[in-house]
C-alpha cells in the first residue's frame, strides 16, 4: 500500500540554525500538509498546499516557516533559525481532493 | 473557532468487550471526519473518513457515526483485541482541507 515517507525520522539541531524536514507523499496525491504535535498535545496545522501555492496557513506558520515542491515527488518544510519551541513532532501528509488525509511516521525535531 | 472535544481521555477494558468512543466538536459546519489511530512514537494510521453527506462508515470490526446537528461522532470498536490498544484521534475539516484535531482518548486492552 502507498505511503507517505518522511526524513530525517530523528533531527537535533542547535537553536538559530536552519533545518529542511523532507517528505515524499503518496504520488497520485496533489494535497499536501504539514501538522506538528508538540509533546503531550494536540496534532495541529501548520500548512496546506495545492498546485504550488500555500492554500492555507495557521498562525503558528509565520515568516520562519517556508514550504516547498522542489520537484516531482518532494515536498519540504524549512524553519528558517529554530526556537527551542520548535521542538515537536512534525508530520506530512498528502491526499486526494476530498478525500482521506494519509500521514507519515514524523520526523521529531529537538532543538537545543 | 472549531474546537473538537474527545471523552474519555483514557479508557481501558478487558480484550473482547465492545467500546465506543466519542468525538464532539462545536462548528457543524464541517465537510468530512477522520478517525486515526496513534501508536506510541508512531504516525497518524487513517481508520474511517465520513463525508459531510454519510452519517456513517464501517471498515471490519470499525463503525464510526455521524451526527453534524448535534456536534458528535463515535467510534465503536467490536470485539475488542490487544492490538487495538493505541491513542484514537479524531479531526474535522472544514475550509482548504485543515484537520483539526481532538486531544485523543488513550485505550488499553488488557488480555
Known amino acids: 500500500e502507498p505511503e507517505v515517507t518522511q526524513t530525517p525520522s530523528h533531527q537535533v539541531t542547535q537553536m538559530g540554525q536552519e533545518v529542511i524536514l523532507r517528505c515524499v507523499p503518496i504520488?497520485?496525491?496533489?494535497?499536501f500538509y504539514w501538522y506538528r504535535q508538540i509533546l503531550g498535545q494536540k496534532v495541529e496545522f501548520l500548512v496546506s498546499f495545492y498546485n504550488n501555492e500555500i492554500s492555507e496557513k495557521s498562525e503558528i506558520f509565520d515568516d520562519q516557516f517556508s514550504v516547498e515542491r522542489p520537484d516531482g515527488s518532494n515536498f519540504t518544510l524549512k524553519i528558517r533559525s529554530t526556537k527551542l519551541e520548535d521542538s515537536a513532532m512534525y508530520f506530512c501528509?498528502?491526499?486526494?481532493?476530498?478525500?482521506?488525509?494519509?500521514f507519515g511516521d514524523g520526523t521529531r525535531l529537538s532543538i537545543l | 473557532k472549531q474546537e473538537v472535544t474527545q471523552i474519555p481521555a483514557a479508557l481501558s477494558v478487558p480484550e473482547g468487550e465492545n467500546l465506543v468512543l466519542n468525538c464532539s466538536f462545536t462548528?457543524?459546519?464541517?465537510?468530512?471526519l477522520q478517525w486515526f489511530r496513534q501508536d506510541p512514537g508512531k504516525g497518524l494510521t487513517s481508520l474511517l473518513l465520513?463525508?459531510?453527506?454519510?452519517r456513517e462508515q464501517t471498515s471490519g470490526r470499525l463503525n464510526a457515526s455521524l451526527d453534524k446537528s448535534s456536534g458528535r461522532s463515535t467510534l465503536y470498536i467490536a470485539a475488542s483485541q490487544p492490538g487495538d490498544s493505541a491513542t484514537y484521534l479524531c479531526?474535522?475539516?472544514?475550509?482548504?482541507?485543515?484537520?483539526?484535531f481532538g486531544q485523543g482518548t488513550r485505550l488499553t486492552i488488557n488480555p
Open positions: 479531526a474535522v475539516i472544514r475550509g482548504a482541507q485543515k484537520l483539526v
Open positions: 501528509a498528502s491526499s486526494e481532493q476530498g478525500m482521506a488525509q494519509h
Open positions: 504520488s497520485n496525491h496533489l494535497y
Open positions: 462548528d457543524s459546519a464541517i465537510y468530512n
Open positions: 465520513i463525508q459531510s453527506s454519510q
